[in-house]
């Protein structure tokens, strides 16, 4: 069974930064590819924010590009959401997500709050 913890979230006031970390336990972390995906009050379903492959591969949505950073690191079994010139919009709560070939697994998130 594989968990996932997410850390990191937190207030911020926009224009700043945050980095999020999500630790993952059980199964072979390498071969998953990892995503972060937030959660908007109110606002439903949860919306891809990053993903980044086995092989390192990355894709972000059209509103983070270029502001947030999506990595890995195998040995630590962490996968990291580095956040800069945080807006208004990015609060959410933040989910970590491990997909292995369609069996995919959930972090319980955290809380990303951006004051303006």
């Known amino acids: 069974q594989v968990q996932l913890v997410e850390s990191g979230g937190g207030l911020v006031q926009a224009g700043g930064s945050l980095r999020l970390s999500c630790v993952a336990s059980?199964?072979?972390?390498?071969?998953?590819?990892m995503g972060w995906y937030r959660q908007a009050p109110g606002k439903s379903p949860r919306e891809l924010v990053a993903?980044?492959?086995?092989?390192?591969?990355?894709n972000y949505a059209d509103s983070v590009e270029g502001r947030f950073t999506i990595s890995r690191d195998n040995y630590k079994k962490t996968v990291y959401l580095q956040m800069n010139s945080l807006k208004a919009e990015d609060a959410a709560v933040y989910y970590c997500?491990?997909?292995?070939?369609?069996?995919?697994?959930w972090g319980k998130g955290t809380l990303v709050t951006v004051s303006s």
């Open positions: 997500n491990a997909d292995l070939g369609g069996t995919r697994y």
């Open positions: 059980g199964g072979f972390f390498n071969i998953f590819a």
């Open positions: 993903v980044i492959t086995s092989g390192g591969s990355t």
